[in-house]
């Protein structure tokens, strides 16, 4: 008896053995699965994030692209005012030239009123000779060249980077791909398609973030206009020597002036003027007006563009007034609604008009475009969120999402103050963010690999 009941609790501790067994394999199996599942996901969250990331960071690229761009092309337009500003001072030292060769003043009696540093300029002025052209056109030639570079060069390059959809879609593609076909889940496949992955962007900023606009606007021009400052060649040219060698004593409060005068102008449309004039006031008196200032023009130039004008237009010098049938203070005085003061001022009212009978003329483009923050989004950062979906087994798709901004952070920035984005400082960057709660966009479709 005791021996049965022996062998019938041996077989039934073997079923119950049994039984374990089988509960512990699908126990095994099971966490298999569930680690496999959990490993997937993870890997997808990760791959997602990266993908996120990556496609921020393309387009950080790409603003930080513009802004380079928006800086060359400043650069070539203040080379462009030294050109410009050269061949002008060139037209003013042929004529300056001409009058020291003809000895109208004469330079000793420049020498004798201010010293002889400045008949010495006035007399070297004519080793570079008498006529400008060659060099003037010259200067043209690289000025032409400056200005097919900004329209021609940079403005295919800046409408090119407008738009750079596709090269996010490549990154998103290739990031997804590279996370999950190589080392993330256990798919293996070298597109989309064979991992079983699709993904659609929920939000994207990048389309609108940025605008072209003309170079008429006022934020170019006063970004030039800054620019400029730093450069005192640039600067408009104000000085004033006073003699007291030969005073008058009818009127001993005032001296013999030598007055320098330039100016380099453009205008919001892309007008470029620069203007030079140097005289001799002498002072005279006459018994009708008393003391008055008789101008004796010494150098004079005045260079302008237009998008039509020949360039060399006006070479030839007009006739000069010699004065011989009307006294100067008398034709002067005909005139003082132009603002000709014969009795002081700071002008050079006769040489400025004979700088504007034979002006130079170049012929020169306008409406250039350059990039910049589009004014009707008010936010300061570009966001791009996506949602990425993979079939795996017969489990449940396998889900995630991520938001990653392209964003603007200056060096010099502080947590007291805030630089304000710009496309003129290549300071983007990329960062992930909370996934922002916003629908979808209605041109984002799903998209699946071929």
Same mark, same amino acid.
């Given at each position: 008896m005791r021996n049965r009941d022996a062998v019938l609790q041996s077989g039934q501790a073997l079923v119950l053995g049994v039984g374990l067994l089988t509960l512990g394999v699908l126990a095994w199996l099971l966490m298999l699965q569930v680690g496999g599942w959990v490993h997937n996901k993870s890997s997808l969250h990760r791959a997602t994030d990266a993908a996120a990331y990556s496609a921020a #960071?393309?387009? %950080?690229?790409? #603003?930080? #692209?513009?802004?380079?761009?928006?800086?060359?092309? =400043?650069?070539?337009?203040?080379?462009? =005012?030294?050109? $410009?500003? =050269? %061949?002008?001072?060139?037209? $003013?030292?042929?004529?300056? %030239?001409?009058?020291? +060769? +003809?000895?109208n003043p004469p330079a000793s009696l420049l020498g004798f009123r201010f010293g002889m540093h400045y008949a010495g300029a006035y007399v070297f002025a004519r080793q570079g000779g008498q006529s400008d052209t060659r060099m003037r056109n010259a200067l043209h030639k690289a000025f032409e060249q400056h200005e097919q570079l900004i329209h021609a060069s940079l403005h295919h390059i800046r409408q090119s980077r407008m738009n750079v959809g596709v090269e996010i879609s490549r990154s998103l593609e290739n990031t997804l791909v590279m996370n999950l076909g190589k080392s993330g889940s256990d798919n293996r496949g070298e597109s989309l398609a064979a991992l079983g992955v699709r993904y659609r962007i929920l939000r994207d900023d990048t389309e609108k973030f940025i605008v072209s606009r003309p170079t008429t606007e006022h934020d170019w021009f006063d970004m030039l206009q800054s620019v400029r400052t730093r450069y005192r060649y640039l600067d408009d040219r104000r000085v004033v020597a006073r003699s007291f060698n030969g005073l008058n004593l009818r009127c001993p409060w005032m001296q013999h002036q030598l007055r320098r005068r330039g100016s380099l102008k453009i205008t919001r449309e892309g007008i470029w003027e620069s203007e030079e004039t140097q005289s001799f006031h002498n002072l005279r008196f006459n018994r009708h007006i008393g003391c008055y200032f008789r101008e004796y023009p010494m150098g004079w130039a005045k260079l302008a563009t237009h998008p039509n004008g020949p360039s060399g237009l006006g070479f030839a010098d007009e006739p000069m007034q010699s004065f011989k049938d009307k006294p100067f203070w008398k034709w002067a005085s005909e005139r003082a609604w132009t603002g000709w003061n014969l009795f002081g001022g700071t002008r050079n009212p006769l040489a400025k008009r004979w700088a504007e009978q034979a002006p130079v003329v170049w012929r020169a483009r306008q409406q250039a475009q350059y990039s910049r923050l589009n004014p009707k989004v008010t936010s300061e950062a570009a966001v791009i969120s996506i949602e990425v979906d993979q079939r795996w087994r017969n489990f449940p798709q396998l889900r995630s999402a991520a938001a990653a901004e392209t964003y603007f952070l200056s060096p010099t920035t502080t947590r007291r103050s805030l630089a304000r984005p710009s496309l003129f400082q290549p300071f983007w960057l990329a960062r992930l963010v909370p996934i922002p709660s916003a629908r979808p966009l209605g041109s984002e479709a799903l998209a699946e690999a071929k």
């Open positions: #960071l393309v387009y %950080a690229r790409a #603003l930080n #692209l513009h802004a380079y761009l928006n800086r060359a092309q =400043l650069a070539h337009q203040v080379a462009q =005012l030294h050109l $410009f500003s =050269l %061949a002008s001072a060139e037209r $003013f030292r042929s004529r300056l %030239a001409r009058q020291a +060769t +003809t000895r």
